[in-house]
């Protein structure tokens, strides 16, 4: 079965400090596709990124970073010099990689506080 | 802009009384769309598989019976809550595939919260 672990259920830090947030799955597909979105108090997702198994290489996009280790099935997303903007809840999620598209599980969520 | 839409946005109903919610595909035709729900500080959850031209499929502890699930076109699929009692509040989020080359992009709804009062 699929599972998607977001240990770290709120975090808090101050502006300017970096912040990692932990994603551990469980899968046996070999082909399968990660995420992270956003969701702000308004409850729309904003999709932040989304990567293929077979695609082990790091990505980093502006303050955001993403370590994807398949050997320990993580895929970590750090925010570096956090904002308060970015005080969200923040969604791991994992989906099979089928022609036909499939739903995706969600981990729990991490809510992160960012205060100035 | 937007690609997968929600309607209403928001809604509040009495106790027993039944709501549609709607999902639009704005700019491509999904004969799939998913249906999530999510209480406040969880998750989202699957509820069900909206399949265009059959019939839904629901997950395990999802009552097809209240929660009406219709595809009625290739961009439109419908959630209807009947007999909405106040443990039904939530919010539900729609979700379509939509093809990009050889795969597909999850595109997200707005969402709709709805109250049960």
């Known amino acids: 079965a699929q599972k998607v672990t977001q240990a770290q259920t709120e975090i808090s830090v101050v502006e300017k400090e970096d912040v990692t947030l932990d994603c551990v799955y469980e899968t046996r597909d070999t082909t399968y596709y990660l995420f992270w979105y956003k969701q702000p108090p308004s409850g729309e997702l904003v999709f932040l990124i989304r990567r293929n198994s077979f695609d082990e290489q790091n990505e980093i996009s502006g303050r955001y970073s993403w370590n994807f280790q398949k050997s320990t099935s993580s895929f970590n997303f750090t925010i570096t010099a956090s904002q308060v903007v970015d005080s969200a809840v923040y969604f791991c999620?994992?989906?099979?990689?089928?022609?036909?598209?499939?739903?995706?599980?969600f981990g729990k969520g991490t809510t992160l506080s960012v205060s100035s | 802009g937007a690609v997968v839409s929600q309607h209403p946005s928001w809604v509040i109903c009495k106790s027993g009384t039944s709501v549609k919610i709607e999902c639009r595909s704005l700019d491509f035709q999904a004969t799939t769309m998913f249906w999530y729900r999510q209480f406040p500080k969880q998750s989202l959850m699957l509820m069900a598989t909206s399949n265009e031209g059959s019939k839904a499929t629901y997950e395990q502890g999802v009552e097809k019976d209240k929660f009406l699930i219709n595809h009625a076109s290739l961009t439109l699929s419908t959630l209807t809550v009947t007999s909405a009692h106040p443990e039904d509040s939530s919010f539900y989020i729609c979700?379509?595939?939509?093809?990009?080359?050889?795969?597909?992009?999850?595109?997200f709804g707005p969402g709709t919260r709805l109250t049960v009062t």
């Open positions: 979700s379509a595939p939509r093809p990009r080359g050889v795969t597909y992009e999850q595109y």
């Open positions: 999620a994992l989906s099979e990689a089928r022609q036909a598209g499939t739903a995706l599980i």
